[in-house]
């Protein structure tokens, strides 16, 4: 981790050369004297990919692979840039090019995600960094702001908005599209895969949370651990209502250290899925792809972080960032993680919605189930408009245990009147702490 | 620049304990093993300080001085943190500190402002750092986060609000109170000076510009050559204009790369002022002391960092976390920069306001006079319920060059109706460029 590479050139092999690896290739370009160079290029298909439009801008002299050793073993590359996503074979190439003392920079984050803690413990014995500032919110600089910005403060919660593709179909619906034919427009747009349940379903968003949480809080968790709850289940009707309560749905991935007393040292909340945000939260403002992350720390209060959170050239920006930051001998801020176990559980009100076949005791029925977990009703809502063969109504808590919740919403599932699953979503409640 | 630090203890020597200096040993104290020490403290009036009730947090063995000398040539001393604020006599004692090969943390906008470029260069010949992180912005992380995180974009425009006093008294006014009140009011809560004049004449927000110019735009510009506009002249009737206009009022400071090409390569567009902010632009959003920029990159398009701009305890995160970069060896990427011109003239739609006894003609006069210039009118809006011996409205232009603007303002001003100098306001334009 020594300077001696501040007046001399980085040489880097780019593991990737699609959407992020040609526009890294356009970003350094555009750099000129910033001391980093392409030697080397590894990706399937050479030739095709030496014809990508972008190709002009990586150097005449680089070597193009299709053997990864190519880069790996190369005594030219100082630092390998993945760009490549997933665990497999990405784990296995970034631990032989740390282990042959190279510099790595990811857009990984299911790999820092899942290995980081082994990825980290081998770069540090090796003398070499490890940097993955385009992981999580692409170009928005969360990941850094915090690492160089924040070690000062005690950051004790995260939340936010990491997955653009969730972003752009609620903020769609919130407009008045419907669930499917976003989707649709989303997967035609590019933003979302052909089976769309890594985003919809939350696992992008968790896997980028145990990122942050690591960062941020310390905290090393297991993303499997995390409670993920899908946005499938999200209609026009919730929007509707949503907006009656002054808020609206947003995919919100979330992590706090317990603050409470019955939970113990060494446990965090965490938990992804859609939830009702008050429109005077920021992370209410996150339209489109866009990404939104808020830290709150004990000294320093709310902080916001906002962009794009994805696409080739935001999410190049990050990685150059990174690569430049090695260029010039920066060592990123130590933080240390230590193992925490995770609780779903949290208190705070809760949205819950129901669609009934209209008959007299319903009303008596939810707020039986509701009684018997210890949960107050906040409010009842019900829209006109609908008959009563399909009734949509909604039920708002005061603040509840989620698990206790959960057990109601069980025991209401089987009611005989009830026409679909009983949704259950977290309201976000926003308390920018005042700090002096 | 070396990481020999990175094992043992960073030795720091305040300067100044008051509401920063005091709060930055609370935080220091609550990280611990941070390996950072306060080992001399130096302010006015010692006996008095280590009354303090925040004075527990430093060291028992800690040297209390009123002698500058004693911490600036101290053998025990590896970093100086420096909180007095002010140019004289903050500039020699920290060229003091740089020039004994001591590091140097300073939330001296001022100072990095008027003195940067020779700061900068001093620091570098003896091989140390000079981080200055808590100068703009607060708690907010907007210096590291570019510096480290935003180091691969090409920026091209800052933006945003930087004065939390201001940001105090025109979101307030937004909320119905008058501007001699709320000012009032600030004063006493501890935001606003007796002289509020830095803060609402925007001088406070110019330095924290040419800060941010520097590091972002790579533009060394001088803090004098920045048109700063009072926001003292805005009144209720303003927000009641801007509001039927979808825009609310704020004092933005903006600086920008020239795109145009009949301005030359090496001169930036500057300004600070109060602005009309689309309710949709992120800027529009920040309330009470927050303040909030928006840097927009060539790549990664637009990125928005807010919170708590000022603060002892916000503002002591920012100096830990510079504390903790150098003692962990950090090196912040270079981001050399060149000096600039700045052109306060900027293409943009703008809000003239005037206050006239009514007459026939008017309209006329005022349309002649702006076609003189070339600048042709967007709207006019007349509110109801005034009357006619003190009639205010509102015309708004298409995009035009405020210099020519300010030329028919000036022939404007002369005519016998106007009962109060006009206003002339910038409209901000929200163009978040779609990155791919």
Not at 334 to 359: C, E, Q, S
Not at 364 to 370: N, S, V, Y
Request: glycine letters at 10%; proline letters at 4%.
């Amino acid at each position: 981790m020594s300077n001696e590479k501040r007046s001399d050139v980085l040489r880097v092999g780019l593991l990737g050369f699609g959407t992020v690896g040609s526009a890294f290739a356009e970003v350094l370009a555009a750099h000129g004297d910033a001391g980093v160079r392409i030697t080397r290029v590894f990706n399937r298909g050479v030739e095709r990919k030496r014809g990508h439009a972008l190709a002009k801008f990586v150097p005449a002299d680089a070597v193009w692979t299709e053997r990864v050793e190519d880069v790996l073993e190369a005594a030219d590359v100082d630092a390998v840039v993945e760009l490549m996503g997933g665990l497999d074979p990405a784990e296995n190439w970034l631990r032989a090019a740390l282990s042959a003392g190279k510099h790595v920079v990811t857009a990984n984050k299911q790999l820092i995600a899942y290995r980081g803690a082994e990825l980290f413990a081998l770069a540090e014995s090796k003398g070499v960094h490890l940097l993955y500032g385009a992981a999580v919110a692409g170009g928005v600089p969360v990941i850094p702001g915090i690492a160089q910005g924040l070690s000062g403060d005690v950051i004790t919660r995260i939340s936010g908005i990491v997955n653009g593709t969730c972003n752009f179909i609620l903020s769609s619906m919130e407009s008045g599209a419907a669930y499917g034919e976003v989707l649709k427009q989303a997967q035609a747009a590019g933003y979302a895969e052909a089976d769309p349940s890594a985003d919809v379903d939350g696992f992008d968003a968790r896997a980028k949370l145990c990122v942050l949480a690591r960062l941020a809080l310390h905290a090393e968790i297991d993303p499997e651990q995390v409670p993920a709850q899908t946005i499938a289940t999200i209609s026009a009707m919730d929007f509707a209502y949503a907006k009656e309560l002054g808020c609206t749905v947003r995919q919100v991935a979330r992590v706090e250290l317990a603050a409470r007393a019955e939970l113990m040292d060494g446990v965090v909340s965490a938990s992804v899925g859609p939830m009702l945000v008050p429109k005077t939260s920021p992370i209410a403002w996150s339209h489109g792809t866009q990404n939104m992350v808020v830290t709150s720390g004990r000294f320093g209060g709310d902080v916001v972080f906002s962009g794009h959170g994805a696409g080739g050239h935001p999410t190049a920006v990050a990685v150059m960032s990174d690569v430049r930051a090695i260029a010039e001998g920066s060592v990123q801020v130590r933080l240390p993680a230590k193992k925490m176990a995770v609780v779903g559980d949290v208190v705070a009100p809760h949205y819950l919605r129901f669609v009934v076949a209209d008959r007299p005791g319903i009303v008596a029925a939810i707020a039986g189930a509701l009684a018997k977990v210890g949960a107050n009703i906040d409010s009842i809502l019900q829209h006109r408009g609908f008959g009563g063969d399909r009734l949509p109504f909604v039920v708002t808590t005061e603040p509840s245990l989620s698990s206790k919740l959960e057990e109601a919403m069980a025991e209401m599932a089987a009611f005989d009147f009830m026409l679909e699953p009983p949704l259950c979503l977290q309201i976000l409640v926003v308390d920018d702490r005042d700090t002096d």
